[in-house]
């Protein structure tokens, strides 16, 4: 009798031990989330961003409506931290980016946050032809173009106005031939923060030459915050029914490929982690999943075209879009050579990106949605980001 009593107390205390853990380690956590948020609101300084490049002002503007924060540099049109509310009520970082505009010019990693153009993704062996003019661009990744060629639209000045305390219009002329590409486009880019809590991302271009554009933008998110470790068990739906599979060198062969049973099935959530070491050729040739998925719509209008969850903050990311597809990132190219405004460094995917787009290569892929622009025609086109936590 005395012995079974002795063992209920017992397990009454290791139960009462393992609560008060538990709670400790919580609050823990807690507090460790908000030391996070805090030390990166402080380490972003306006006179890190103060500079003058190309002869041009650089500067570090402000975002702010409902629960969302957004800092932005007219660097490149970049954004470097995106405040979001996590289920607990803190402000967390969701966009993985540098402390200062020295380290983005210096950053092994081009493209954190940036504004892409004027042809975002791969163009293959850097050739194209328009009305059988053959134009030739920089290769920068391999044998093929990235995101523009070397100086593409992520290290260029923009023009910046801040009509109001939620609104960032930029403006670059590119001039004919920059980067090998034809014509001066005006390029506007309008980010603003929504009253649905959504980040909106407004292009539109002109040009007096024929000439192709595919504008996009590249943030880096971790829905946990930026340096919380990996992102393999944010849940991930895409409402496509197809993709572009690639060559070895990520140039898509031209097919668009049924997800049906494969890894690249996100029509239902999945974890991003839960496939991606299966044995499959195009995860081969993506290291991971880096591929653009044939976005189901059936008007031209936005569209919901992903769907992302953080499994630790609960926060919420839908991507809306007029584009026909979006680039799924899953960060297989990083390699810790970025140290990132939290002090935490870009570890092996411990961000991912989704660049609504046109499909990679189209120039030179006939049955592939134009991204011809001729002069007369107006290049318009919008993405949402929309925060809410789960
Ligand atoms: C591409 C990746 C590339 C990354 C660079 C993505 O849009 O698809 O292949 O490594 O950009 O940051």
Known sequence: MIIRSKIKILRRAI??????????????QENKSDTLAAAIFSTIKDEDFDTTIDGKSVKLYWLQRKDLKMAMTNYGGRIISLFVQDKNGNAIDVNIGRGSIKEYMESPEAYFGATIGRVGNRIANGRFAINGNEYTLPTNDNKNTLHGGYKGFQDVVWDAEQPNGYTLILTYPSPD?????PGNLQAKVIYSLTEKNAVKIEYEATTDKPTVVNLTNHAYFNLNGEGSGSILDHKLQINADRFTPVD???????????????????????????RIKAINEQLEFGKGYDHNYVLNSDENGLHQAAKVVGDKSGVVMEVFTEEPGIQFYSGNFMASKNTLKSGAKDDFRTAFCLETQHFPDTPNQPGFPSIQLNPGEIYHTVTEYKFSVE
């Open 15 to 28: 139960a009462l031990f393992i609560v008060l853990l538990c709670i400790s380690c919580k609050t823990k």
């Open 177 to 181: 031939m920059e980067e090998g590409f």
């Open 248 to 274: 070895a060198g990520l140039i898509p062969t031209g097919e668009l490929s049924d997800v049906a049973s494969t890894p690249f099935d996100f029509r239902k959530p999945h974890t991003i982690g839960e």
